[in-house]
């Protein structure tokens, strides 16, 4: 079992869709993060949630809308997408809020 | 705002050539510095990291040594194998800036060739 696990690992949906991803860290951690991964751009953090709460939402358009059930798990919740929004999605965790991250595998999502 | 700089590529080098990917910080405070290496169709895996001034981070042959006064965090390997090719990623942490998660670089994608 890996230590940060993300589904599903490809995504294909229109703009009018609904969907959502799915991470789930078995490390034990308190944080978790929404990164997104675009060509030629660096990382953009998205958001944090620490001990379940959301700490950080870095002007995130609301079509991108984050869960956090549980220290264990986290979701990103997509709905009217535009193609824009096509990148690879990484969900990550640590233990303290500024430590060393460990990240999935990511999501490939791709908007039509 | 904290910010890293890196060399973009891409780097091509030659099999048992000498690397160095540099990088550069600006942040407030005493931020820890990093080296993440992501393969191609996978995540980003830490290579190495170093937590304070003058610290040396090492991990697979790569090394890098904190700065301070260069505010840089250069990533060097004596003897690059085909293996190595990636992108790589410099980042900082910075807790004392009030900041959660890392700030990363654009990334280096390293091409080596045998």
């Known amino acids: 079992e890996t230590g940060v696990t993300q589904t599903p690992r490809h995504l294909v949906m229109g703009m009018t869709n609904k969907k959502s991803l799915k991470c789930e860290q078995h490390?034990?951690?308190?944080?978790m993060y929404w990164y997104k991964q675009s060509a030629k751009k660096p990382l953009e953090l998205m958001f944090v949630?620490?001990?379940?709460?959301?700490?950080e939402n870095n002007s995130v358009p609301s079509r991108f809308s984050p869960e956090c059930p549980n220290s264990s798990h986290l979701f990103l919740h997509l709905h009217t997408l535009q193609p824009e929004d096509s990148a690879l999605y990484l969900c990550?965790?640590?233990?303290?809020?500024?430590?060393?991250?460990?990240f999935g595998e990511g999501s490939r999502l791709t908007v039509l | 705002g904290d910010s890293v700089t890196q060399m973009e590529g891409p780097v091509t080098l030659s099999e048992e050539a000498f690397l160095t990917i540099n990088c550069t910080y600006t942040?407030?405070?005493?931020?820890?510095l990093f080296w993440y290496v992501q393969y191609p169709g996978e995540g980003l895996q830490l290579l190495l990291k170093a937590t304070k001034a003058d610290d040396k981070g090492s991990n697979k042959g790569f090394e890098a040594t904190y700065r301070k006064e260069t505010t840089s965090f250069h990533l060097e390997k004596g003897s690059v194998q085909v293996s190595d090719s990636a992108v790589y990623f410099c980042a900082l942490s910075n807790s004392g800036g009030g900041a959660d998660g890392l700030t990363f670089g654009k990334g280096t994608h390293l091409i080596i060739q045998p």
């Open positions: 490390l034990g951690h308190n944080a």
């Open positions: 990550a965790s640590s233990q303290a809020r500024a430590g060393e991250l460990f």
């Open positions: 942040a407030t405070g005493y931020p820890s």
């Open positions: 949630y620490n001990f379940k709460e959301q700490t």
